[in-house]
């Protein structure tokens, strides 16, 4: 039975007997339909690298606003999906958000066989792609439902930490698949490298042909079975306190999740019109981005609360999380641990690219960064380790946070963030200004490992504190909210890096985001490790 009409995972009898099966089901379909959609949601960051590897007709920092695009798309659509389950049902969610990623993995794939396609295609793909960011969100949340209150540590690390392998799972295989016709006549023809690349196992030099557009077509392969596990294998849980309304079944719930992702994408599609440049069919009206955001998320949240019927009922009891000031603390500190991750692994790989493969030579007194260096480490080869440990600690930082408290663990990572940020600003602007940039890659790339060491612990941590802080019924929409607003570091940090880089100051981004840290670093202390706070170490 799909439908589970009771629900009890407090109660250890009815665990044992079978809640805990159940649950383990639904988080082991659960994980790779995460992974899946964290995959689709990154792939730019990988695509942009071979696109300007392929002699693309586009600059560095359009193709940063690829993976920006992505990235504000995401994050948007996390905010109707924090409300998805109470109004949908878990299986219904998650087979419709994971089945719709194949529309940006098609697209993607048949925009990427011609070089010629217009910029706007690549910008609605990218659009597209935000799905995979929304349905974070949605599965968190459900999962946090099936796991008692003890256990929740654990079952939303795993959720998170192997859905976050989306990342590394991407940016392994898709340059993998992109070195042969894996889809034959029907994948389309080959292309042929300006300059080189690499997968995980080396470099591949110029000359080389490559399929780029396979990193679209992948997906389906695992996609198109994960349809049916998830529709045969994955349960509702139809009680007052998750899912009280389930009348009207699939079709209507569909509708519903269909009609609340069409204003997320408006409000996003809006709100990227506003900050882009006219260069990359922007308004070119130069509003701050920071500004734009919170216009983004306060007309999404408005536009939300104004369906009508049974959805503005339970959006009503749902929205009372934005009464409590702990989601706001906790949606800062999520920034900084989750936002931090995906925002350096949009952007990384580009990154790496930009500063490391090209020599930065005086030209006529001035500084130029156009020169390749044929010395320069392959961003395709070393891009994919750091969210790999990033996602393979973060169900550590869940296990360790349920012994010791999520708030002493935040706070260890926060100030580890707040060193290697300065230091990997120092690494990078050496290299920005040096001929030869490749000397100064290896104390780069460690200190970013670091840093997603440390953001991936802090990822579970925080997702422990939540947990412990919020009631029940408001713990799924608090955890979908926060991941929400952490998933805008997607869109800020590619498009700050690509801002920077434009004025040949990259390491002004990290400096920045130093003193961010530090904010945290105080903002934690007081709420959550001060004995007089409300909760202590949660």
């Known amino acids: 039975m799909s439908d589970l009409k009771q629900w009890e995972p407090e109660q250890q009898t009815f665990w044992d007997s079978r809640g805990r099966a159940i649950a383990n089901c639904n988080l082991w379909i659960s994980i790779p339909s995460l992974l899946c959609g964290f995959a ?41 999906a924090s409300f998805f389950i109470r109004l949908c049902g878990g299986r219904y969610t998650i087979f419709l958000t994971t089945s719709l990623l194949m529309l940006p993995a098609i697209g993607t794939g048949l925009a990427l066989q ?9 910008q609605l793909m990218a659009l ?89 077509f992948v997906w389906l392969l695992l996609l198109i079975p994960l349809a049916f596990a998830i529709w045969f294998g994955m349960n509702n849980i139809n009680t007052a306190e998750v899912t009280p309304n389930l009348a009207g079944g699939a079709p209507r719930s569909f509708a519903i ?29 130069g509003i701050p981005k920071e500004l734009v955001l919170v216009l983004v998320l306060f007309a999404t949240v408005m536009l939300l609360k104004a369906l009508p019927g049974t ?54 007194g001035v500084m130029t960064h156009n020169t390749l260096n044929p010395n320069g480490p392959s961003a395709l080869t070393y891009a994919w380790i750091a969210p790999f440990i990033g996602a393979l600690i973060r169900p550590v930082g869940g296990w360790v946070s349920d012994k010791f408290g999520g708030a002493l663990v935040t706070q260890m990572c926060a100030i580890a963030m707040v060193i290697l940020s300065i230091v990997a600003a120092y690494y990078m602007h050496m290299a920005y200004q040096s001929a030869s940039p490749e000397q100064y890659f290896a104390p780069f790339f460690l200190v970013f490992l670091g840093l997603f060491a440390a953001s991936g612990m802090g990822n579970g941590s925080t997702f422990c504190s939540i947990a412990n802080i919020f009631p029940k019924e408001q713990a799924g929409p608090a955890l ?23 004025a040949a100051t990259p390491e002004y981004a990290m400096l920045g985001f130093a003193v961010f840290y530090l904010v945290c670093v105080l903002l934690n202390w007081w709420f959550y490790l001060r004995k007089q706070g409300e909760f202590y170490n949660p």
């Open 40 to 80: 689709v949601w990154m792939q730019w960051s990988i695509i942009t690298v071979q696109m300007l590897n392929l002699g693309f007709p586009y600059q560095a920092g359009d193709l940063f606003s690829l993976a920006a695009i992505a990235g504000l798309t995401g994050a948007t659509l996390r905010i109707p």
């Open 114 to 122: 011609d070089q010629n396609t217009p910029f706007w295609v690549f």
């Open 128 to 216: 597209l792609s935000g799905i995979g960011g929304g349905n974070f969100a949605a599965s968190m949340s459900n999962i946090s439902f099936f796991y008692p209150r003890k256990q929740q540590g654990l079952a939303l690390g795993l959720n998170a930490g192997l859905g976050n392998f989306g990342v590394t799972s991407m940016q392994i295989l898709v340059p993998l698949f992109m070195t042969f016709g894996a889809f034959g006549a029907l994948g389309g023809d080959p292309m042929v490298l300006k300059s080189a690349s690499g997968t995980l196992i080396g470099a591949i030099p110029a000359g080389t042909e490559t399929w780029i557009q396979n990193a679209g």
């Open 257 to 285: 999740i269909i009609a609340m992702m069409l204003i997320g994408f408006a409000t996003s599609a809006l709100g990227l019109w506003l900050i882009m440049p006219a260069s990359v069919n922007g308004s070119g009206f």
């Open 311 to 364: 959805i503005r009922t339970s959006l009503d009891r749902q929205y009372k999380i934005f009464n409590n000031k702990h989601t706001w603390v906790m949606s800062v500190l999520y920034v900084m641990t989750f936002g931090s991750f995906i925002g350096f692994s949009a952007a990384f790989p580009l990154s790496i690219q930009v500063i490391f493969g090209f020599s930065h030579v005086p030209v006529d």
């Open 480 to 502: 979908g909210w926060t991941s929400a607003v952490a998933g805008y570091g997607a869109f800020y940090i590619p498009q700050v890096f690509g801002e920077q880089i434009k």
